[in-house]
């Protein structure tokens, strides 16, 4: 299908309109295939709608952005828009940093339609719009990436080495502010934005979990602990165990666990923490509505786990009662216990 429009040497205003008008047509016709004849397969836009059989229709041109087909004035509008924002948030993107998924982000980032808690929030009215990190605040984008604790600490210390724009000048000035901020830029300074725009959401996301569990015999009153820490992706960074003095109880028992679980993460990692434990009572006590937001809080939610899922923490506390010394590995798990640790493994999740 060929539309084309005659240009003269100087054009009217309404001759522009006609041809933006035309070329929007293009990017929406698309082919419908019956007999064949009339497609260039090489060339044209189409689509097989379901199977493709011989008809007796002939072929026929259709509008791709309506289920029915149908051109419509509203769709088509609605078209001009979206490649508008994208022409725009692409250019600008240009010389980003990291290839495509940099970009990508990006444009969620200039369409505030990243995973941020106003946008949860949105979609079910329990979850708080308050940022989990700092608590400053209502989490948007730009909060997540320019305002939170840890963004503005990591933009500042590459201010230290890369040339960006000053703080007044990446102030939130609305909804177009990626946009416009990235326009006032040089082509170096978009590319060092664009990169600590993306780390920092990355930073955000940065959350390990800790199993923590006990292992206690109510005859003697002994006890000991077992630990392990995992990153977001499964890893263990950390795994840990020791015996316990007299306890009157499990529970007691399962709280002491947590404390020098806390205790061994706190000298291998600053990142927040989830802890799972299989007490629930535990749980219920340490819990509260809301995360703990504050800047020297470590454990960053405290969930039950069941028990089959702590299997890992739990051998780790039973080390004790057959003679290994207690101890922290970086990284690692004892032999003995290892393929339980890798079997129970549930990674946390990010948004």
């Known amino acids: 299908m060929d539309i084309s429009l005659i240009r003269l040497s100087s054009s009217t205003p309404h001759q522009v309109v006609r041809a933006s008008c035309i070329d929007l047509l293009k990017k929406g016709a698309i082919w419908r295939i019956g007999d064949g004849t009339k497609v260039r397969l090489w060339r044209d836009n189409w689509l097989p709608k379901g199977n493709l059989k011989a008809t007796g229709r002939t072929d026929f041109v259709a509008w791709h952005y309506e289920k029915t087909g149908i051109f419509t004035v509203r769709s088509a509008y609605r078209l001009g828009l979206a490649l ?8 600008q993107g240009s010389a980003r940093p990291n290839g495509d998924r940099a970009l990508v982000f990006t444009w969620k980032l200039g369409t505030e339609s990243l995973a941020v808690q106003t946008n949860r929030h949105k979609l079910d009215v329990r979850i708080t719009p308050l940022c989990r990190i700092c608590g400053d605040e209502e989490e948007d984008g730009y909060h997540a990436v320019m305002n939170c604790t840890k963004a503005r600490a990591f933009r500042l210390e590459m201010r230290n080495v890369w040339d960006i724009p000053a703080e007044e000048k990446l102030t939130n000035i609305g909804p177009d502010w990626v946009i416009v901020r990235l326009s006032q830029m ?3 300074q978009r590319a060092c934005m664009l990169f600590i725009w993306w780390r920092a959401w990355h930073l955000r996301n940065d959350i390990q979990k800790l199993n923590v569990d006990a292992s206690f015999n109510a005859d003697t009153g002994q006890a000991a602990w077992g630990s392990i820490l995992r990153n977001h992706l499964g890893e263990i960074v950390m795994s840990a165990w020791g015996e316990l003095p007299r306890v009157p109880n499990a529970g007691v028992a399962e709280a002491l666990a947590c404390f020098h679980g806390l205790r061994a993460a706190s000298q291998v990692t600053a990142c ?9 009572q535990l749980v219920a006590a340490l819990s509260k509505e809301e995360p703990n937001c504050s800047d020297t809080a470590m454990i960053w939610a405290v969930r039950k786990e069941p028990c089959q899922a702590n299997a890992a923490a739990h051998e780790l506390a039973r080390l004790s009662w057959q003679g290994l010394a207690g101890n922290c590995l970086l990284g690692s798990a004892p032999r003995i216990v290892l393929d339980v640790c890798l079997r129970d493994c549930t990674p946390v999740p990010v948004d």
């Open 272 to 280: 927040p923490i989830v802890l799972a434990t299989d007490c629930l």
């Open 84 to 91: 508008k924002r994208d022409e725009k948030i692409s250019g």
């Open 186 to 188: 040089s082509k170096i």
